[in-house]
């Protein structure tokens, strides 16, 4: 139990597009989720908190209007990286928790490695 | 939630336990110690998680100082399987849910 998936698993996009990464919960529901980076050989880290019906909330220094995330739904998050640049090429891990579980970890998506040419 | 430092990397052989160490001397009452792991271009996996207890489960135990500053993870036979980036994080249960991560540990099993 408590898988969560990524879609797609990897994507190359031009410089200028954006590009949708969808982050799902498959067999539990989860109000929180949360969305991460991670460049080479560098930690994660933490981009911004998806709250199920209501507004993101960002890490100082993440830009809201080009990462926008969406939580429609209790088993999907979205994010947008709008106008990608070559420097958004990274690995981005989402992940969620279990809202009916009094649970302490949080369950990882496998990552998207984004690539902006 | 309170920093934690760990050594940047660490070897073991394939079969031996591996000790990976963590300081958290700032950590508050109320924070958990929790360790994941990162294989290569993987999602972190989670491991154990502890408050004042030493715990144990299939994967893995975890060694907590009585005065809670500092820690150990303890995989008892490690594998090549087990080579990753092991994080080591602490932070108050339920409150925001988020992890922040440090840089961790890289360790490599060798055959």
């Known amino acids: 139990g408590a898988v969560v998936s990524q879609h797609p698993s990897w994507v190359i996009c031009k410089s200028g597009t954006s590009v949708k990464i969808e982050c799902r919960s498959l067999?539990?529901?989860?109000?929180?989720m949360f969305w991460y980076r991670q460049f080479p050989k560098q930690s994660l880290m933490l981009m911004a908190t998806?709250?199920?019906?209501?507004?993101?909330?960002?890490e100082q220094g993440v830009e809201k209007d080009k990462f926008l995330i969406n939580h429609a739904s209790l088993t999907l998050s979205t994010l947008t990286v709008t106008s990608a640049h070559p420097e958004d090429s990274s690995f981005y891990i989402c992940?969620?928790?279990?809202?009916?579980?009094?649970?302490?970890?949080?369950?990882f998506g496998p990552g998207t490695r984004l690539t902006v040419t | 939630d309170a920093k934690t430092t760990q050594p940047p990397s660490m070897d073991c052989a394939e079969g031996r336990a591996a000790n990976l160490p963590c300081n958290h001397s700032?950590?508050?009452?109320?924070?958990?110690v929790y360790w994941y792991r990162q294989i290569h271009s993987q999602g972190p996996q989670y491991i154990i998680h502890?408050?004042?207890n030493n715990e144990t489960n299939e994967m893995a135990s975890l060694i907590i100082t009585e005065d809670r500053k500092s820690s150990t993870l303890i995989l008892p036979h490690a594998t090549l399987r087990d080579t990753a980036v092991y994080y080591c994080?602490?932070?108050?249960?339920?409150?925001?849910?988020?992890?922040?991560f440090g840089t961790g540990t890289s360790l490599t099993v060798i055959p």
């Open positions: 067999d539990f529901q989860a109000t929180t």
């Open positions: 502890g408050l004042k």
């Open positions: 992940s969620a928790r279990d809202r009916t579980v009094l649970s302490y970890e949080q369950y």
């Open positions: 994080i602490v932070r108050v249960a339920n409150t925001g849910n988020q992890f922040y």
């Open positions: 700032t950590i508050s009452g109320n924070e958990y």
């Open positions: 998806s709250n199920e019906g209501s507004k993101a909330t960002y």
